[in-house]
């Protein structure tokens, strides 16, 4: 038996096979069903230690740490004799299960240079919240573009590689190459969420906002909130509507599908993206109560009560920051840890300083963020909340062709309708 990118697998059951298979390509897309269908694999072959694999991975993204465990625990108990690669790839998620991210990724890439194909193991690598996207490390968008290129002769017009492409073509500014290649991933697949999600990115980086608007509307009328992109979908609609001025339906968006009382999607969705429209929000001059604030510092201290992730400590020092909680924030103002830790802390008391109108603290240290913000982890798009929040100060201390300069310099395709009020 053989997946779909060639390689044995250690299953002799084609019903447990194409289970495997699909429930593979329903994860890899974002698309519906993944738990279901793996399960199926499972009850046609007990043994089958892959399923298990992709339901630990599935499991962790979506923030279910013990859900993962489980699933690799019973993948490393199937008695039957695996692959080299199997076993490998066993290892791997293990790695990054225990937090291991430095020496799990060093184990992907020898990984990939013996099984290029290995799709699990690349999409751990690839994108901007993978292994590489949040390395921390200087250049990481430019090794995330390199390693999708590398990949690129082993995988042809696969969809989910050429999907993963295109976004980091778009991260570096690549869009007429982003075009073709996210084009391709939806042609192949067009119910695959991450290609729908990477259009979006093209639409935003060139400034498109009705037409980014009118395609993910559409596109996500069929996608089910149970899908693990759904919540961030909405972020990007939300943000398209604040953009058209359409403030109602922002605000019922936020509600229905970014909220965690209405919402579902993985934690770290779910408090960035909130934190994230809510500032959005409050930049463009839109009041944000602070019970909205509140929400935000509750969840974010139930989900990530300990600094460490720096993509998450910057949204949560944010909202800890709008809504008072000097304590919290001072938490990661002194305990950020990991490769952006000064990074991080920066930020943090940045926000402090916006919360207390201390406008020229605030400037000072966000102009020691704007540099190299990309460390952090996360899309161009997700870190426009600190490019803005920059110009926001600047308009405050009365720069504003300083501003104007910024925006010129740093994000001269995207669109800023609405962005900042004032600008």
Known sequence: MKDRYGYSISTNSPTARDAYVLGLDRFLGAEIGVVATLQRAVEADADFALPHVVLARYRQLIGDRTGAKLALETARQCK?????????????????????????????????????????????????????????????????????????????????????????????????????????????????AHGAHFQSHLYYETGQTDAGYVFITDWQSAYEKEGQMHCHIAWHIALWALARGDIDEMWRIVDSDIDPRGAWGPPLNVMVDLAAVLYRAELAGIA????????????????????????????????????????????????????????????????????????????????????????LGGSRAQRDLIEYASVGVLLRLGRHDEAHRQIAMHRPKAAISNAVAGF
Request: some cysteine; proline content about 4%.
């Open 80 to 192: 039957r004799v695996q692959t080299d690669r199997e076993r490998r790839q066993i290892n791997i998620i293990g790695l990054l299960l225990a937090g291991q991210s430095a020496e799990g990724y060093r184990a992907a890439r020898e990984q990939l240079k013996d099984y290029p194909r290995d799709v699990l193991i690349a999409q751990a690598c690839l994108g901007v919240l993978s292994l590489i996207g949040f390395s921390g490390q200087p250049g990481r968008e430019a090794e995330n573009l390199a390693l999708a290129e590398i990949l690129e002769p082993h995988y042809g017009d696969d969809w989910w590689l050429q999907g993963l492409l295109g976004f980091a073509q778009v991260e570096v500014g690549q869009f007429d190459r982003a075009e073709q290649s996210i084009a391709k991933s939806l042609a192949a697949n067009p119910r695959n």
């Open 288 to 375: 944000v109560p602070q019970a909205r604030w509140q929400v935000v510092c509750d969840y974010a201290a139930e989900h990530f009560p300990n600094p460490g992730l720096g993509f998450a400590d910057v949204h949560a020092s944010l909202a800890y920051a709008m809504a008072g909680r000097s304590e919290a924030l001072e938490r990661i103002i002194t305990g950020a840890k990991g490769p952006v830790a000064q990074l991080v802390s920066s930020l943090a008391e940045a926000f402090g300083a916006i919360a207390d109108q201390n406008w020229t603290r605030a400037n000072d240290l966000l102009t020691l963020a704007l540099w190299d913000h990309a460390r």
